[in-house]
């Protein structure tokens, strides 16, 4: 069972702050920079509890979700940061925990 620390609660503080910011925007490329800044803060506890237990995480799950994002990104016909800074974002995202839970599973398989 998931236990919910100082860090998390933190980065649920962070992520709520800028999803509130988000909604009150009202224009697309300051409210994509703070998705993005909000869903990374969600997403810190994720790579910290992969880096700590690697086994705990889907390493199928993270290769659909960058699959998903570099269709996205292959699908834009017109640049902008509001077209593409997310999808750019989760495939960043994606290649890191995959990378991350590997290393770490390799590593810890030999240690």
């Known amino acids: 069972m998931a236990r919910l620390g100082a860090f998390d609660l ?8 800028a999803l509130g ?5 009202g224009e697309a490329a300051p409210a994509v ?12 506890p994720t790579v910290v509890k992969a880096w700590r237990d ?4 889907n390493l199928l799950f993270s290769v ?3 699959t998903g994002a570099t269709v996205t990104l292959l699908t834009i016909s017109s640049w902008s940061p509001a ?3 997310f999808a750019a974002y989760v495939l960043t ?3 890191a925990l995959v990378a991350i839970v590997s290393g770490r599973r390799r590593a ?3 240690a």
Do not use: H, I, K, N
């Open 64 to 66: 659909l979700v960058g």
């Open 54 to 57: 690697p086994a705990s995480e």
């Open 93 to 95: 995202l994606s290649v």
């Open 10 to 17: 933190a980065c649920a503080v962070v992520a709520c702050a």
């Open 21 to 25: 910011v988000w909604l009150g925007l």
């Open 33 to 44: 920079v703070f998705a993005v800044a909000a869903d990374a803060a969600a997403a810190l």
């Open 83 to 85: 077209a593409g800074a």
């Open 108 to 110: 810890l398989q030999y």
